[in-house]
């Protein structure tokens, strides 16, 4: 039987990318065929010369799978990540023995190794389970990416990681860097998901609020291209800005200066304007860094998107720039405002700077203050508005070393992890700083320009080149450019939109919340009925079975409005989508109990898209009255 053809079409139905990806690649040769006692075939995969490694027990391949898991506490794994595809023996193993399991993410770095199983084993039962994602794929950072893309879904109910023993003897330096980028791509999502919990109804009040300023202001993408292959210097605020900033005067007009908005204090007191300044954090304390300051920005540029805190955009005097993001909101509004040039945000500003480098056409990208890491004890440079204290501290019962924050009345510990700094010694970071670093690196990777650290300090950024910033000045910067008329004439320009409509739309939505609201107002009352009808020692069968059934039209009715208004209601309702995810994933055997669970969720549900499309309502009115009075 022809199993590779076989197995390649479904590959190419799921995947369509990695099925071409696979043709590509040529078979690994070095392999031999062996059957197994119990008639399955496994492999004996020669490596540096020597007589072989097997990838599955000569015998039963099956026993030798449940073996290796029961070494593992996957009873009440709801979500899998395996190491190692190998002939998916251990695969179907967890498919047959672990229902609860409701994910599996496969990993295979080895794709010459897994295009030869492909054409040895049927593997149609693994490809074809909804339960199964497979990367194969050997570049860590991409992995780190992809497993990003769900990496949620790694955190709402008990997650686990096994390696498959004969895959990780082939490659053990590879497996070891995917195990690091596995944590790290989890790490960043734990960070991410407890954002979006706290702040997603503050991210849509932002957007909401700021839309006027987005229509009048120009799009960032006016500039896009404008620098091509001139230098481009991004400025963040790390402590080892102290060491050259005062530097920067020399490529004044020489090199596109971008600042974040935690250093432009910074430069103000060393009397250095830099060409922009962005800033695109949600929060209060982020105008906080404007303090004392802004009245000194008449004759800056600021780039900033429409999630920032609505102050920053409002109280800066000079000219500014409107920066799209891929959000539902946005989206929604892109429908009736022309795009105004798209960023790829990150998760720190510094990211969104690098982003704007490489976008205006970099090149080379010149990166300083640029730590990521707490050299010298120091979170940033001198005169920065956040500069706090660090210390690695010690527990006297564990001897676990921890960060040590100073606050205003305590110290505050911090899960410490060091790395390489520049100079090839440790330095101190944390979790959050750590998955920035990781970030900025896959950045770095995809952009394909030639990228300098000339930090002078902090951790070793994968993919760029170490350089003092006067050596990079200069190399590169050498040549005057015409800034100042660039950017005069970009700010100029603005883009069309279609106002009538946009107010028309408004007003339809509010309408449309309002009767979502008023259905999961009633869902909570049939919710409330249907509990008190169950906690009755004799329940009347027929009555609760009616309200669940108007509780099932009720969530119908909610589900059947426009999609697009569900996103946006779902983008403030991480909390309570969080909160049904933990339910659907909680282990219960008693029927009762299941009975409970499902009425629990369907309760979290209602009273989520109660608040969610009442504050959302009350948003667009807001807007919409603004829209009604700002002269465009």
Known sequence: MNFYTKNIAILKQKDPYLAEKIKEIKPLSSVEIIQTKIGLP?????????????????????????????????KKTRFLIVLGFGMGYHIREVLKSYSKIKLILIIEPNIALFKKILS???????????????????????IERRIRDSGTTFLIGKSSLISHPSSFHLLPDKFKEIKKAVKDSILWSKANLTTNVAKGVTF????????PQMIKNPGIKNIFGKF?????????????????VHLLKQAKNK????????ALRIMLQHKIRPDIVISIDFGGGTRNLFNGIM????????????????????DFKGKKFAININKPLTLWLNSFIEDKGFLQKGASVAHTAFSLAKAVGGNPIILIGQDLSYPGGFSHGKGATYRKKMVIGKDKKTGKEYLLIKGKKKWIAKNLIMVEDVYGNKVPTDEAMYSYLRFLEGMIEKANIECIDATEGGAKIRGTKIMKLQEAMDKYCRKD?????????????????????LKKSFKENIIKLNEINFWAKQGKEVIAKLLREIKKKQPHLQERDRLMRESNHLKDKIMGSDSYLRKLLEENMYPYLYLIKRKENLKSDKTKKIFLNQIKK?????????????????DFQNTLERLEKEPF
């Open 602 to 618: 369907a309760e979290i549900f209602y009273d989520g898209f109660k608040k969610a499309s009442r504050q959302l309502s009350k």
């Open 481 to 501: 450019i015409e800034i100042r008329k660039i950017m005069n004439e970009a700010a100029n320009e603005r883009e069309e939109i279609k106002l009538k409509e």
């Open 228 to 244: 091509k292959n001139k230098p481009v210097i991004c400025v963040a605020a790390g402590p080892s800005l102290d060491k050259n």
């Open 255 to 262: 090199a596109f200066i971008i600042c974040v908005d935690a």
């Open 120 to 142: 040895l084993i049927d593997l149609s039962d693994i490809f074809l389970s909804p339960k199964i994602k497979l990367i194969a794929e050997d570049n860590s950072l991409e």
């Open 295 to 314: 009245e000194k920005t008449e004759d800056l540029f600021l780039a900033t998107d429409p999630e920032v805190y609505p102050e920053i955009i409002s």
């Open 204 to 211: 849509q009040k932002n957007i909401l609020t700021n839309l």
């Open 42 to 74: 496994t492999l004996k995969v020669r490596r540096n010369g020597n007589e072989g490694i097997l990838l599955h027990s000569a015998y039963d391949p099956f026993k030798e799978a449940r073996n290796l898991l029961s070494a593992y506490n996957l």
